[in-house]
């Protein structure tokens, strides 16, 4: 399947798909168990579209600065809380000047994820974009429901591959 077909099927699977909230919360909890999550100070989120995993409960634990995208043309950057409704009604930031770190968790959303730590997203190539160019800084998470994982994906030469998937709950070793 080419990854249009794969987006497609996704959707179907969401479609009839009944356990996002318990989903999510056990996704939240591996989050929280993993040792690069305690130690990280900055964490690169992301605001949940209906389809997607819901982090929010993370934003309760203190000592963490939560950074959420937002885009600029071609680009994307983070930039720290409030955030206002932006673009395709995606809450971001809402004073838009990116944020400088020098280490960071990146939990990235996706359309689906495989085993082997391949990602597919929404086909804007954002993420992608992001971690090449920041990846040395960045120890990367994605995360996406059951119905959403597969055993292998379609890969281009600019897809970045992510340190761990966690599905339901589950997690791939880390790569």
Not at 12 to 22: A, G
Not at 59 to 80: I, N, S
Not at 89 to 105: M, N, R, S
Not at 125 to 139: A, C, F, P, S, T
């Amino acid at each position: 399947m080419d990854k249009a077909a794969i987006r497609g099927e996704v959707r179907e699977r969401l479609r009839s798909f009944h356990s996002k909230e318990e989903e999510s919360s056990s996704i939240v909890s591996s989050i929280k168990e993993l040792d690069v999550y305690k130690r990280a100070g900055i964490v690169l989120l992301y605001s949940a579209l209906d389809d997607e995993v819901d982090l929010c409960q993370l934003l309760e634990d203190k000592g963490k600065t939560f950074l959420f995208p937002y885009l600029d043309g071609e680009r994307m950057y983070f930039a720290p809380p409030p955030l206002k409704k932006g673009r395709y009604g995606i809450p971001e930031p809402a004073i838009k000047k990116e944020y400088v770190y020098e280490k960071a968790l990146m939990i990235a959303p996706a359309r689906a994820l495989s085993i082997k730590n391949e990602r597919i997203g929404r086909g804007g190539g954002y993420y992608d974009r992001y971690i090449k160019e920041n990846g040395e800084k960045l120890y990367t998470i994605g995360v996406c429901y059951s119905v959403q994982l597969f055993s292998s994906l379609p890969v281009e030469v600019d897809d970045q591959k992510l340190d761990m998937v966690i599905s339901g709950g589950e997690r791939t070793p880390a790569s």
